[in-house]
């Protein structure tokens, strides 16, 4: 069965960083797109980063210069690198995976097909 596991959220400072990290189990990381999303109170929820399965990237605009993904295959656990956090970027984080990519990494919701439960990010003094 396959199952995403996510962790690494907490509190920290305007400024901070965080690495999230999304453990797979029932396949591995590197066989499909998986991708982060976040959901702020009173949002939708929205695209953040995607790495697939050849390691191409593909971030939103409002993380670029700022979030980092990245994957290890031995750990089977794909990494979201958050630096210089800003208030705006508190939300519940999702990873999600993408069995059936199309041939350019998305980050459209629709496409990805497992996901985690979420781990909590809170940016505040």
């Known amino acids: 069965q396959l199952q995403l596991v996510e962790s690494g959220g907490g509190l920290v400072q305007p400024g901070g960083s965080l690495r999230l990290s999304c453990a797979a189990s029932?396949?591995?990381?590197?066989?499909?797109?998986i991708g982060w999303f976040r959901q702020a109170p009173g949002k939708e929820l929205e695209g953040v980063s995607c790495i697939s399965s050849n390691d191409g990237t593909y971030y939103a605009d409002f993380v670029k210069g700022r979030f980092t993904i990245s994957r290890d295959n031995a750990k089977n656990t794909v990494y979201l690198q958050m630096n210089s956090l800003k208030p705006e970027d508190t939300a519940v984080y999702y990873c999600?995976?993408?069995?059936?990519?199309?041939?350019?990494?998305?980050?459209?919701?629709?496409?990805?097909?497992?996901w985690g439960q979420g781990t909590q990010v809170t940016v505040s003094s």
């Open positions: 999600a995976a993408d069995r059936f990519p199309p041939a350019v990494p998305t980050l459209q919701i629709s496409e990805y097909d497992y």
């Open positions: 029932g396949f591995t990381v590197d066989r499909y797109d």
